[in-house]
């Protein structure tokens, strides 16, 4: 199987370009709150704070289109959803767009497939539904909020059980070892 490596810069581009037309821009201390907040939900399974269930559940399902599970897992396997939910309940402008967006995705779902909800559909189905909408606000946020959960810090409730990190191909070995010399705690356990 080959393995794609995305470098950390090529990362930050692809992170950088899809913020381009998103109704929310989050700084990286704003990340890890929302993704500290929707661990504590993955982990309580409590009910969304932002977002209905059902709306839950149809943002569930554009994420994964946008990060599909193939051969490596996908943005449900992350938990992207809960990452959305925490982001959002703060953003009352992006929230609304979203929203809205929502509601016209789920009008041309129910006009062209006479069904209600865009999860209901195929994935073939939901493809060609979102591809007719990928230039505008509501895809934009959707995707950078998707991105932004995929890869965020797993102990803060995105990239849940290191997907993220499995699909760019990142191993986290120097995280906690030790640069240069030794540290204060070195000195003192030798009582120096």
């Known amino acids: 199987m080959e393995i794609n490596l995305l470098t950390r810069r090529s990362f930050l581009r692809l992170l950088q ?8 821009l989050l700084s990286f201390p704003t990340i890890i709150s929302a993704c500290r907040d929707a661990r504590k939900s993955q982990l309580s399974e409590s009910n969304f704070r932002s977002l209905s269930a059902t709306e839950a559940l149809e943002f569930d399902a554009i994420a994964e289109r946008i990060l599909p599970k193939t051969d490596t897992p996908g943005a449900r ?20 767009i979203l929203k809205n967006g929502l509601r016209e995705l789920q009008g ?19 493809d060609q539904l979102l591809a007719q909408i990928e230039n505008t606000d509501f895809f934009a946020t959707a995707r950078y909020l998707t991105i932004a959960g995929m890869f965020a810090l797993p102990e803060y409730g995105g990239n849940n059980n ?17 640069p240069f010399g030794h540290y204060d705690a070195d000195y003192m356990e030798k009582g120096e």
């Open 108 to 126: 041309n779902t129910n006009s062209k497939f006479n069904t209600r909800f865009f999860y209901l559909l195929s994935p073939s189905d939901q």
């Open 17 to 24: 370009s899809s913020a381009g037309k998103s109704a929310v």
């Open 77 to 96: 396997d992350a938990g992207v959803v809960y990452f959305f939910d925490n982001v959002l309940k703060d953003r009352t402008e992006a929230l609304d």
């Open 162 to 178: 290191l997907v993220g990190d499995e699909l760019i191909g990142f191993e986290d070995h120097l995280g906690w070892t030790a």
